[in-house]
């Protein structure tokens, strides 16, 4: 089954106006124009993920600030981009962060009263600092 997340396609055109406070002719419009451009089903229905509402509204937000349409289009592009970004550089953090640990040698190991521990090198293990308190009868 698929994971649920923000990029997931969820809601028919009706719902998704609904919840950005637009009229569905205006999504249409959005999306003929390419500023929101929602997933489509195999019947060519639109679907809407969380992403888009929340551009949707961005979009009435800066077109209340006076934005024009062209604007828009262009900081929503920034915006996407932007955040295609940080996807990429967070994926390379994680898989190089994968690389150091996975050299030999890289990972050290301590044992202790709670078992044996992993540690990145230049790292302590964990202490344990609980209290436990014992009354005898």
Do not use: C, W
């Not at 500023?35 to 195999?42: A, D």
């Not at 551009?55 to 955040?83: C, D, F, H, P, Y």
């Amino acid at each position: 089954m698929e994971e649920l997340n923000e990029n997931t396609p969820l809601f028919a055109i009706g719902v998704a106006a609904e919840l950005a406070m637009m009229h569905p002719q205006t999504l249409r419009d959005y999306d003929r124009l390419g500023l929101v451009v929602p997933g489509r089903t195999g019947g060519q229905s639109r679907r809407y993920t969380m992403r888009n509402v929340a551009q949707l509204r961005e979009i009435a937000r800066l077109s209340a600030e006076g934005v024009s349409l062209e604007g828009i289009k262009r900081i929503l592009e920034l915006e996407n981009q932007n955040s295609e970004l940080s996807q990429r550089v967070r994926d390379l953090e994680q898989a190089l962060a994968n690389e150091l640990m996975n050299r030999p040698g890289a990972r050290i190991f301590a044992a202790g009263d709670m078992g044996v521990e992993s540690l990145a090198r230049g790292k302590r293990p964990t202490r344990h600092t609980e209290i436990v308190v014992y009354r005898g009868r």
